[in-house]
C-alpha cells in the first residue's frame, strides 16, 4: 500500500472515530474532542492525496489545512467559551437529551 | 459574460467588503455600534443594489480575485440567483438591524457583540453567495455558522446557551462533511473551481461520495426533516432579531449551496437523490406543522412552522421542472420575509408582554395592531393566500405538479397550507381575546412594530410583482431554471 | 546511514507507545502529564533523526517549536488544572453568585 | 568514522531513551518517576543530538540542534521543579502511590 | 540495498505513526477521566505532527506543533478546570444502536472505496502553482498560495478568528473578580525567572517564522501561534495587560491584521486592478507587510481567546 493511501485511510478512520464520539459521547468536552479529532482526520485526506505528485506535493491542499486548522482553532475556542458559560449556568456538562424542551 | 474589470466599480466585492469593515469599526468602537452598525446596512444595500444594475446591464459577472482565474485563484460568481439572494439579505438586514436599534435598548440580552458577530455573519453570507469555488465557500460557511451559533448565544439564557451549543456541533459536523466533499472532488480533478468542476465532474465513486457527502451536509444545516431537531431550541431561544436573521437567512444560505452544487457541479451525475428530498420535504411540511400546532410558546411555534416551511424548498427537486424551481426560489424569498418579520412581531410580543405562552397572551391585537397587522400578513403569506409571494410561490409549485399529474405533491401543499393556517390563526386567536391572568405591558420601540410591519408588506408586495424576481432569476441560471426540462 | 536513523526513529516511537500505558494506568495526573512531556521529548528526538534521513531541514524548526512550547502546557497544568484543587471550586462557586 | 562514532552516540542516547521510558513504567511513585523522566530529557536527547551533529552539513544546524537540547533541557528541568514542588504542596505521597484521587471526589 | 531498507523502514514507521494516531484518537474519546483523555488528545497532536512530516507538509507540522503544543493543551485544561464537575466516570454514553454502526461501517466502506478508486498518481495543481511561482513574490509555493493565489481564503480565516474573539468576549462574564489561577501556589522564583526567560526567545523564533514563510515552511500563523504561545506562559506567570493598554489599542491590536489584509486588498485596486491584485514589484513587500500584521493579531487573538475574559478598563469597562 502506497503512503498516500495508508494515511488517507488513516484519516478516514479518524473521522469515523471522530464521528462516532460525537454522537455517542454526552459530555460536551468528550464531544468537543471528537469534533476535533474528526477534522484532524478531515486534514489528514486533504494532505495524504496530496502527496500523490512525486517528488514535490501539491501545495494547494497544504494551504487548504492550514485555513482550515485556524478555523478549527478559532471553532474550538467558541466552542470551549461556550462550554464553560454553559456548565456555570446549568451546572450541567451535557446536553438534555430529549430534543423539544418545554 | 462580462470579465468584471477594475473600472467599473466591482460591486461583487464590496458586498462582502462592506459588512467586514464595518464589522471592524463597530468592534473598534463598540458605543458607536449603532450608527456605524446602520450607516454600514445601508451602505452594503446601495452596494446590493449597484451590483443589481451591474448584472442587469452586463448579465452574469465572473471575477478572478487577485486576477489569477481558475483553477489557481479564487473566482467570484454572480448570476440572477445569487443576486436574488443578495437583495433578499440585504433588505432583510436592513429591517433587522432598524429593528435591534430598538430591541437591545431594553433587552436583557447583551448588546455589545449584536453589532459585529451580524456584520460578520452578513460578510459570510454575502461571501457565500457569489463565491464561485467550493471551499472558499467552505470558509464562508463557517464564517456564517460560527457567528449565527455566537449570535443566539447573546440571549445567555439556560435554553439559549444549549441552543447555541447544539448548533454549534451541527454547524461543525456539517462543515466537516462539506470539506470531506470538497478533499474528494478536489484530489479526483485538481480544481475547485465550480464552473471548472462541472466541465469535469464525471460518474465516479469519489464523484458519487463527494455528492452525497455534501448533499446530507446541507440537509444538515438547512435543518431538512428528519434532521430539523437542531432547529428549534436554536430559533426559539436567540433574541429576536437573530431569530428572525436565523430564520430567513443562515438556513437558506445553505439551501442556495445545495442548489448552486447540485446544478453547477453535479449537473452530470444521478439525479437520482432528487426524489428522496422531495419525500422528506414533504414529511417534513407536514410533521413540522402538526409540531408547530401543539406548541404553548409563540416562538417555539414560529420556529417548528420554519421546520415546516423549508419542507417547500425541497419538493421542487422532486417536481422537476423549471415550474417547480422558480416556485422554489420564490418561496425562500417570500418565507425569507415573512418569517422575519413574524419573528420580529414575536419579538415584539414577548417584550410587550414579558412572555409569549401562546394562551396567556392578552388583548395583543388591540394593544399593539401595528405589530398584530405585520403578524397576520407574514401568516397571510406563509398560508400562501393571495395575494402575498407565499401564495405565488405555491400557485408555481402547485402548477408544475398537476401538470405533471402528480396529485400526491399537490395534495401535501394542500395539507401544509391548511395546517398553516391553523397553527396562525391559534395565535390570532388567543391575540384578541382577554387572558386569565392579565399582565403589565412594557412600551415597545416603534423600531420594532414598523420594521415588523415593513418586512410583513414587502412579503406581500412580492405577490404582486411576480415577475420582476423571475426575470431577475432567468439571468444565467441553470439551463432547468428556465426551460423545459426533458 | 539513512536506514539506521530510521530504525532508531521506528524504536523511539515505540517507547512512546510503551509510554503511553503510563498515561492510561496513572494513577495520578501528575503521571500523565510527566508522560506526556515525555512524548515531546521523544517527538523532538524523531523528528531531528528524519530530518536527516530524509534531507528536510524544515522539521528541525518544528522539533525548536516543540521544544520551544514544551513549558506552555506544563505550566497551565500545574496553574489551572490541578485535580483535587478544592479551594479553585469554592472559588468559581463565589465567582458565579456575582455574575 | 564520523559515522561510526555518531551510530554509537546515537545508540547510546537511544539506551537512555529506553532506560526512561522503563522508568517511567516501573518506578514506583511520581518522584522517581519524574528522575527517570528527566534522564531521558537530558542525557538521551543530548547523545542523539551529539550524533547528529556529527552529521550536520553546516554550522547553523549544528548550533540550531545544540538550541534545541539546550531548550528540551530547561523545560525540562523547569517542568520537573515545577511539578515536583507542586505535587511536594499537594502532598502527593512518597513511594507508595495513592489510587487515582480524581475518580471518586 | 540501503534503499530498500529505508524504503522498509520507513513503511514500518509510517505503519506505526498511524497505529498510534488511531489509538490515542480511540483513546483519548473513551478515556475515563476527562483528564486523562486531554492529555492524550495533546499527545495525538504530537504525532500528528510527525505525521504532517512523514507527508511532507512541514508547513502544516508547524502550525500543529505550534496550535498543538502552545495553545490547545492549554486552552483545554483551563476548560476543564472551569467546568462545573470535571467528573464524567464511567462516560456517559447514549446506547450505540446498531442503525449507528451499520451507518459507520457504511460510511467507512464508501469512503475508502472512494479513496482507492482514486488514481495513484495526480499533478493536482502543482505544476500550475509552479509556473506561477515568479509571478507570486514569494519563493515558498505554501506562502504563495495562502497570501497570494488564494489570499482571499486567508482574509475571511481571519476574519472567522476575529469572529471567535468577538464572540468570546460576548459570552465572557465581565471581569468583575479577577479569578485567576495563582491562588494556593507557590512558584519558585528561579522557575518563573526561567520561563520568563523563554518569553523573549519565542517572540524571536516567532519573528523567524514569519521572515523564512518567504522563502522555506514557516509564515504568519505558524508565527502568530507561537507569539500566542508566548503570551500564554506569560498570562501564566502572572503578567497582566496594562490597564491603559485594555481599551481601545488592544481591541486594535486585534483587528489590525484583519484590516492590514483588507486595506491592502482593496487598495491595489486604485490602479484597476482585481482584488488582492498586487504589483509583482512589490508583492513581496506587501505579502510580508499582511503576514506580519496578521502575525501579530493571531499572537494575540489566540492569547486572549486563552484567557477567556475580556481585560477590565477598569470599573467601568
Given at each position: 500500500?502506497?503512503?498516500?493511501?495508508?494515511?488517507?485511510?488513516?484519516?478516514?478512520?479518524?473521522?469515523?472515530?471522530?464521528?462516532?464520539?460525537?454522537?455517542?459521547?454526552?459530555?460536551?468536552?468528550?464531544?468537543?474532542?471528537?469534533?476535533?479529532?474528526?477534522?484532524?482526520?478531515?486534514?489528514?485526506?486533504?494532505?495524504?492525496?496530496?502527496?500523490?505528485?512525486?517528488?514535490?506535493?501539491?501545495?494547494?491542499?497544504?494551504?487548504?489545512?492550514?485555513?482550515?486548522?485556524?478555523?478549527?482553532?478559532?471553532?474550538?475556542?467558541?466552542?470551549?467559551?461556550?462550554?464553560?458559560?454553559?456548565?456555570?449556568?446549568?451546572?450541567?456538562?451535557?446536553?438534555?437529551?430529549?430534543?423539544?424542551?418545554? | 459574460?462580462?470579465?468584471?474589470?477594475?473600472?467599473?466599480?466591482?460591486?461583487?466585492?464590496?458586498?462582502?467588503?462592506?459588512?467586514?469593515?464595518?464589522?471592524?469599526?463597530?468592534?473598534?468602537?463598540?458605543?458607536?455600534?449603532?450608527?456605524?452598525?446602520?450607516?454600514?446596512?445601508?451602505?452594503?444595500?446601495?452596494?446590493?443594489?449597484?451590483?443589481?444594475?451591474?448584472?442587469?446591464?452586463?448579465?452574469?459577472?465572473?471575477?478572478?480575485?487577485?486576477?489569477?482565474?481558475?483553477?489557481?485563484?479564487?473566482?467570484?460568481?454572480?448570476?440572477?440567483?445569487?443576486?436574488?439572494?443578495?437583495?433578499?439579505?440585504?433588505?432583510?438586514?436592513?429591517?433587522?438591524?432598524?429593528?435591534?436599534?430598538?430591541?437591545?435598548?431594553?433587552?436583557?440580552?447583551?448588546?455589545?457583540?449584536?453589532?459585529?458577530?451580524?456584520?460578520?455573519?452578513?460578510?459570510?453570507?454575502?461571501?457565500?453567495?457569489?463565491?464561485?469555488?467550493?471551499?472558499?465557500?467552505?470558509?464562508?460557511?463557517?464564517?456564517?455558522?460560527?457567528?449565527?451559533?455566537?449570535?443566539?448565544?447573546?440571549?445567555?439564557?439556560?435554553?439559549?446557551?444549549?441552543?447555541?451549543?447544539?448548533?454549534?456541533?451541527?454547524?461543525?459536523?456539517?462543515?466537516?462533511?462539506?470539506?470531506?466533499?470538497?478533499?474528494?472532488?478536489?484530489?479526483?480533478?485538481?480544481?475547485?473551481?465550480?464552473?471548472?468542476?462541472?466541465?469535469?465532474?464525471?460518474?465516479?465513486?469519489?464523484?458519487?461520495?463527494?455528492?452525497?457527502?455534501?448533499?446530507?451536509?446541507?440537509?444538515?444545516?438547512?435543518?431538512?426533516?428528519?434532521?430539523?431537531?437542531?432547529?428549534?431550541?436554536?430559533?426559539?431561544?436567540?433574541?429576536?432579531?437573530?431569530?428572525?436573521?436565523?430564520?430567513?437567512?443562515?438556513?437558506?444560505?445553505?439551501?442556495?449551496?445545495?442548489?448552486?452544487?447540485?446544478?453547477?457541479?453535479?449537473?452530470?451525475?444521478?439525479?437520482?437523490?432528487?426524489?428522496?428530498?422531495?419525500?422528506?420535504?414533504?414529511?417534513?411540511?407536514?410533521?413540522?406543522?402538526?409540531?408547530?400546532?401543539?406548541?404553548?410558546?409563540?416562538?417555539?411555534?414560529?420556529?417548528?412552522?420554519?421546520?415546516?416551511?423549508?419542507?417547500?424548498?425541497?419538493?421542487?427537486?422532486?417536481?422537476?421542472?423549471?415550474?417547480?424551481?422558480?416556485?422554489?426560489?420564490?418561496?425562500?424569498?417570500?418565507?425569507?420575509?415573512?418569517?422575519?418579520?413574524?419573528?420580529?412581531?414575536?419579538?415584539?410580543?414577548?417584550?410587550?408582554?414579558?412572555?409569549?405562552?401562546?394562551?396567556?397572551?392578552?388583548?395583543?391585537?388591540?394593544?399593539?395592531?401595528?405589530?398584530?397587522?405585520?403578524?397576520?400578513?407574514?401568516?397571510?403569506?406563509?398560508?400562501?393566500?393571495?395575494?402575498?409571494?407565499?401564495?405565488?410561490?405555491?400557485?408555481?409549485?402547485?402548477?408544475?405538479?398537476?401538470?405533471?399529474?402528480?396529485?400526491?405533491?399537490?395534495?401535501?401543499?394542500?395539507?401544509?397550507?391548511?395546517?398553516?393556517?391553523?397553527?396562525?390563526?391559534?395565535?390570532?386567536?388567543?391575540?384578541?381575546?382577554?387572558?386569565?391572568?392579565?399582565?403589565?405591558?412594557?412600551?415597545?420601540?416603534?423600531?420594532?412594530?414598523?420594521?415588523?410591519?415593513?418586512?410583513?408588506?414587502?412579503?406581500?408586495?412580492?405577490?404582486?410583482?411576480?415577475?420582476?424576481?423571475?426575470?431577475?432569476?432567468?439571468?444565467?441560471?441553470?439551463?432547468?431554471?428556465?426551460?423545459?426540462?426533458? | 546511514?539513512?536506514?539506521?536513523?530510521?530504525?532508531v526513529?521506528?524504536l523511539l516511537l515505540l517507547t512512546l507507545m510503551a509510554g503511553l500505558w503510563r498515561v492510561l494506568r496513572g494513577p495520578t495526573a501528575v503521571d500523565r502529564m510527566m508522560a506526556a512531556q515525555l512524548f515531546g521529548t521523544t517527538a523532538v528526538a524523531i523528528?531531528?533523526?528524519?530530518?536527516?534521513?530524509?534531507?528536510?531541514?524544515?522539521?528541525?524548526?518544528?522539533?525548536?517549536?516543540f521544544a520551544?512550547?514544551a513549558v506552555v502546557t506544563v505550566m497551565a497544568f500545574v496553574h489551572r488544572a490541578w485535580p483535587g484543587d478544592e479551594p479553585r471550586?469554592?472559588?468559581?462557586?463565589?465567582?458565579?453568585?456575582?455574575? | 568514522?564520523?559515522?561510526?562514532?555518531?551510530?554509537?552516540?546515537?545508540m547510546i542516547g537511544m539506551v537512555f531513551f529506553i532506560a526512561g521510558t522503563l522508568g517511567l513504567l516501573r518506578f514506583p511513585d511520581v518522584y522517581t518517576r519524574l528522575h527517570a523522566l528527566t534522564k531521558a530529557d537530558n542525557v538521551g536527547l543530548g547523545f542523539l543530538?551529539?550524533?547528529?551533529?556529527?552529521?550536520?552539513?553546516?554550522?547553523?544546524?549544528?548550533?540550531?540542534?545544540?538550541?534545541?537540547w539546550?531548550?528540551v533541557m530547561l523545560a525540562g528541568a523547569g517542568a520537573g521543579q515545577l511539578v515536583a514542588q507542586a505535587a511536594l504542596q499537594r502532598q502527593h505521597p512518597v513511594a507508595k502511590s495513592q489510587d487515582d484521587g480524581r475518580g471518586h471526589d | 540495498?540501503?534503499?530498500?531498507?529505508?524504503?522498509?523502514?520507513?513503511?514500518?514507521?509510517?505503519?506505526l505513526?498511524?497505529?498510534t494516531?488511531?489509538c490515542l484518537?480511540w483513546w483519548s474519546?473513551a478515556a475515563t477521566d476527562l483528564f486523562k483523555g486531554i492529555v492524550l488528545f495533546i499527545a495525538f497532536?504530537l504525532v500528528?505532527?510527525?505525521?504532517?512530516?512523514?507527508?511532507?507538509?512541514?508547513?502544516?507540522?508547524?502550525?500543529?506543533?505550534?496550535?498543538?503544543a502552545?495553545?490547545?493543551g492549554?486552552?483545554l485544561l483551563?476548560?476543564l478546570s472551569?467546568?462545573?464537575?470535571s467528573i464524567d466516570n464511567p462516560p456517559?454514553?447514549?446506547?450505540?444502536?446498531?442503525?449507528?454502526?451499520?451507518?459507520?461501517?457504511?460510511?467507512?466502506?464508501?469512503?475508502?472505496?472512494?479513496?482507492?478508486?482514486?488514481?495513484?498518481?495526480?499533478?493536482?495543481?502543482?505544476?500550475?502553482?509552479?509556473?506561477?511561482?515568479?509571478?507570486?513574490?514569494?519563493?515558498?509555493?505554501?506562502?504563495?498560495?495562502?497570501?497570494?493565489?488564494?489570499?482571499?481564503?486567508?482574509?475571511?480565516?481571519?476574519?472567522?478568528?476575529?469572529?471567535?474573539?468577538?464572540?468570546?468576549?460576548?459570552?465572557?462574564?465581565?471581569?468583575?473578580?479577577?479569578?485567576?489561577?495563582?491562588?494556593a501556589l507557590t512558584v519558585s522564583?528561579i522557575v518563573?525567572?526561567l520561563f520568563?526567560?523563554?518569553?523573549?526567545?519565542?517572540?524571536?523564533?516567532?519573528?523567524?517564522?514569519?521572515?523564512?514563510?518567504?522563502?522555506?515552511?514557516?509564515?504568519?500563523?505558524?508565527?502568530?501561534?507561537?507569539?500566542?504561545?508566548?503570551?500564554?506562559?506569560?498570562?501564566?506567570?502572572?503578567?497582566?495587560?496594562?490597564?491603559?493598554?485594555?481599551?481601545?489599542?488592544?481591541?486594535?491590536?486585534?483587528?489590525?491584521?484583519?484590516?492590514?489584509?483588507?486595506?491592502?486588498?482593496?487598495?491595489?485596486?486604485?490602479?484597476?486592478?482585481?482584488?488582492?491584485?498586487?504589483?509583482?514589484?512589490?508583492?513581496?513587500?506587501?505579502?510580508?507587510?499582511?503576514?506580519?500584521?496578521?502575525?501579530?493579531?493571531?499572537?494575540?487573538?489566540?492569547?486572549?481567546?486563552?484567557?477567556?475574559?475580556?481585560?477590565?478598563?477598569?470599573?467601568?469597562?
Amino acid at each position: 500500500m502506497s503512503t498516500p493511501l495508508l494515511y488517507a485511510l488513516a484519516g478516514v478512520g479518524l473521522c469515523l472515530l471522530g464521528l462516532y464520539g460525537l454522537i455517542v459521547y454526552a459530555h460536551l468536552l468528550r464531544k468537543i474532542l471528537a469534533l476535533n479529532i474528526m477534522g484532524s482526520g478531515v486534514f489528514l485526506i486533504l494532505v495524504a492525496l496530496a502527496r500523490r505528485s512525486g517528488d514535490s506535493p501539491d501545495p494547494v491542499p497544504h494551504a487548504m489545512v492550514i485555513t482550515g486548522i485556524v478555523v478549527a482553532v478559532s471553532a474550538t475556542a467558541l466552542a470551549l467559551v461556550l462550554l464553560v458559560r454553559f456548565s456555570a449556568a446549568t451546572g450541567r456538562n451535557q446536553l438534555d437529551d430529549d430534543e423539544h424542551s418545554p | 459574460m462580462i470579465e468584471a474589470s477594475g473600472t467599473p466599480l466591482p460591486w461583487i466585492v464590496w458586498v462582502i467588503l462592506l459588512p467586514l469593515i464595518g464589522a471592524m469599526l463597530c468592534f473598534l468602537w463598540p458605543r458607536q455600534g449603532k450608527t456605524l452598525g446602520l450607516l454600514t446596512a445601508l451602505a452594503t444595500l446601495l452596494a446590493v443594489i449597484a451590483l443589481y444594475f451591474q448584472l442587469l446591464d452586463g448579465g452574469v459577472i465572473r471575477y478572478a480575485v487577485g486576477g489569477w482565474g481558475a483553477p489557481l485563484g479564487i473566482a467570484l460568481y454572480a448570476d440572477g440567483l445569487s443576486m436574488l439572494m443578495l437583495l433578499m439579505s440585504a433588505l432583510v438586514g436592513v429591517g433587522v438591524s432598524l429593528y435591534a436599534l430598538g430591541y437591545f435598548k431594553h433587552s436583557p440580552d447583551n448588546p455589545a457583540g449584536f453589532w459585529p458577530l451580524w456584520l460578520l455573519m452578513w460578510t459570510g453570507l454575502n461571501g457565500l453567495f457569489v463565491a464561485g469555488d467550493i471551499f472558499n465557500l467552505y470558509v464562508t460557511l463557517e464564517l456564517l455558522g460560527l457567528s449565527a451559533v455566537a449570535l443566539v448565544a447573546l440571549a445567555a439564557s439556560r435554553d439559549a446557551l444549549g441552543g447555541a451549543m447544539r448548533y454549534l456541533f451541527v454547524s461543525l459536523l456539517g462543515s466537516l462533511c462539506y470539506l470531506i466533499g470538497v478533499a474528494l472532488l478536489y484530489h479526483a480533478y485538481g480544481t475547485v473551481d465550480i464552473a471548472l468542476l462541472g466541465t469535469l465532474v464525471e460518474r465516479n465513486p469519489a464523484t458519487h461520495v463527494a455528492l452525497g457527502l455534501m448533499v446530507v451536509a446541507m440537509l444538515l444545516k438547512s435543518a431538512l426533516f428528519p434532521l430539523h431537531f437542531w432547529l428549534p431550541p436554536a430559533h426559539a431561544s436567540a433574541p429576536a432579531p437573530v431569530s428572525a436573521l436565523l430564520s430567513a437567512l443562515v438556513v437558506k444560505a445553505s439551501f442556495y449551496l445545495l442548489l448552486r452544487l447540485w446544478f453547477d457541479v453535479f449537473s452530470t451525475v444521478s439525479m437520482d437523490l432528487g426524489m428522496v428530498l422531495g419525500v422528506l420535504g414533504a414529511a417534513a411540511i407536514v410533521w413540522g406543522s402538526v409540531l408547530a400546532l401543539r406548541q404553548t410558546r409563540l416562538k417555539l411555534l414560529v420556529a417548528y412552522s420554519t421546520v415546516a416551511q423549508l419542507g417547500y424548498l425541497f419538493l421542487p427537486f422532486a417536481l422537476l421542472s423549471p415550474l417547480a424551481w422558480q416556485g422554489g426560489v420564490y418561496f425562500v424569498l417570500s418565507h425569507a420575509l415573512a418569517k422575519a418579520a413574524m419573528f420580529m412581531a414575536a419579538g415584539n410580543i414577548l417584550a410587550f408582554g414579558g412572555h409569549d405562552r401562546i394562551a396567556d397572551l392578552d388583548r395583543v391585537a388591540q394593544r399593539l395592531p401595528i405589530t398584530m397587522t405585520a403578524f397576520c400578513l407574514a401568516g397571510v403569506s406563509l398560508m400562501g393566500l393571495p395575494p402575498s409571494g407565499g401564495f405565488i410561490a405555491k400557485w408555481l409549485l402547485l402548477d408544475a405538479a398537476l401538470s405533471h399529474d402528480q396529485w400526491g405533491w399537490a395534495v401535501m401543499m394542500m395539507i401544509g397550507g391548511l395546517l398553516a393556517a391553523a397553527y396562525v390563526f391559534k395565535v390570532v386567536g388567543f391575540a384578541f381575546t382577554q387572558a386569565d391572568a392579565p399582565h403589565d405591558a412594557q412600551p415597545v420601540s416603534p423600531f420594532m412594530e414598523w420594521s415588523a410591519l415593513a418586512l410583513a408588506v414587502c412579503a406581500i408586495l412580492l405577490g404582486l410583482n411576480a415577475h420582476y424576481p423571475l426575470e431577475l432569476l432567468a439571468i444565467g441560471g441553470p439551463v432547468t431554471f428556465v426551460s423545459p426540462s426533458p | 546511514m539513512d536506514s539506521f536513523f530510521i530504525t532508531v526513529a521506528c524504536l523511539l516511537l515505540l517507547t512512546l507507545m510503551a509510554g503511553l500505558w503510563r498515561v492510561l494506568r496513572g494513577p495520578t495526573a501528575v503521571d500523565r502529564m510527566m508522560a506526556a512531556q515525555l512524548f515531546g521529548t521523544t517527538a523532538v528526538a524523531i523528528l531531528l533523526l528524519l530530518a536527516e534521513a530524509l534531507g528536510q531541514p524544515a522539521m528541525r524548526n518544528v522539533a525548536l517549536v516543540f521544544a520551544l512550547l514544551a513549558v506552555v502546557t506544563v505550566m497551565a497544568f500545574v496553574h489551572r488544572a490541578w485535580p483535587g484543587d478544592e479551594p479553585r471550586h469554592q472559588q468559581r462557586g463565589r465567582h458565579d453568585d456575582v455574575e | 568514522m564520523w559515522n561510526s562514532l555518531s551510530i554509537v552516540l546515537i545508540m547510546i542516547g537511544m539506551v537512555f531513551f529506553i532506560a526512561g521510558t522503563l522508568g517511567l513504567l516501573r518506578f514506583p511513585d511520581v518522584y522517581t518517576r519524574l528522575h527517570a523522566l528527566t534522564k531521558a530529557d537530558n542525557v538521551g536527547l543530548g547523545f542523539l543530538v551529539a550524533g547528529l551533529m556529527l552529521q550536520a552539513d553546516s554550522l547553523t544546524t549544528a548550533l540550531l540542534l545544540l538550541l534545541i537540547w539546550v531548550l528540551v533541557m530547561l523545560a525540562g528541568a523547569g517542568a520537573g521543579q515545577l511539578v515536583a514542588q507542586a505535587a511536594l504542596q499537594r502532598q502527593h505521597p512518597v513511594a507508595k502511590s495513592q489510587d487515582d484521587g480524581r475518580g471518586h471526589d | 540495498m540501503g534503499a530498500a531498507m529505508t524504503e522498509a523502514g520507513l513503511f514500518l514507521l509510517d505503519l506505526l505513526l498511524v497505529l498510534t494516531l488511531l489509538c490515542l484518537a480511540w483513546w483519548s474519546l473513551a478515556a475515563t477521566d476527562l483528564f486523562k483523555g486531554i492529555v492524550l488528545f495533546i499527545a495525538f497532536g504530537l504525532v500528528l505532527a510527525l505525521a504532517w512530516v512523514r507527508l511532507d507538509a512541514p508547513d502544516v507540522a508547524l502550525a500543529e506543533a505550534a496550535i498543538g503544543a502552545g495553545l490547545t493543551g492549554a486552552l483545554l485544561l483551563t476548560t476543564l478546570s472551569k467546568l462545573a464537575s470535571s467528573i464524567d466516570n464511567p462516560p456517559a454514553k447514549r446506547s450505540s444502536p446498531v442503525l449507528l454502526w451499520v451507518l459507520l461501517v457504511m460510511l467507512a466502506a464508501v469512503l475508502g472505496y472512494a479513496i482507492m478508486s482514486l488514481p495513484q498518481q495526480a499533478q493536482g495543481l502543482a505544476d500550475t502553482v509552479a509556473s506561477q511561482m515568479g509571478n507570486s513574490g514569494v519563493e515558498h509555493p505554501v506562502t504563495a498560495v495562502l497570501l497570494n493565489f488564494r489570499g482571499y481564503d486567508t482574509l475571511l480565516e481571519m476574519a472567522v478568528l476575529l469572529l471567535a474573539l468577538i464572540a468570546a468576549w460576548s459570552l465572557a462574564p465581565r471581569a468583575a473578580t479577577s479569578c485567576e489561577m495563582d491562588e494556593a501556589l507557590t512558584v519558585s522564583p528561579i522557575v518563573l525567572a526561567l520561563f520568563r526567560m523563554l518569553i523573549p526567545l519565542m517572540i524571536l523564533v516567532a519573528a523567524y517564522l514569519l521572515w523564512v514563510g518567504a522563502h522555506a515552511p514557516g509564515g504568519a500563523f505558524q508565527a502568530g501561534s507561537v507569539l500566542a504561545a508566548a503570551g500564554v506562559l506569560a498570562l501564566l506567570c502572572g503578567k497582566r495587560l496594562e490597564g491603559r493598554l485594555a481599551g481601545w489599542p488592544l481591541r486594535l491590536g486585534l483587528v489590525l491584521g484583519t484590516a492590514m489584509f483588507v486595506a491592502v486588498a482593496a487598495a491595489v485596486m486604485v490602479g484597476g486592478a482585481h482584488l488582492l491584485q498586487y504589483p509583482l514589484a512589490s508583492a513581496g513587500k506587501l505579502i510580508l507587510l499582511i503576514e506580519a500584521a496578521a502575525t501579530f493579531s493571531i499572537g494575540l487573538t489566540l492569547a486572549m481567546l486563552f484567557s477567556g475574559q475580556r481585560p477590565s478598563r477598569g470599573p467601568a469597562s
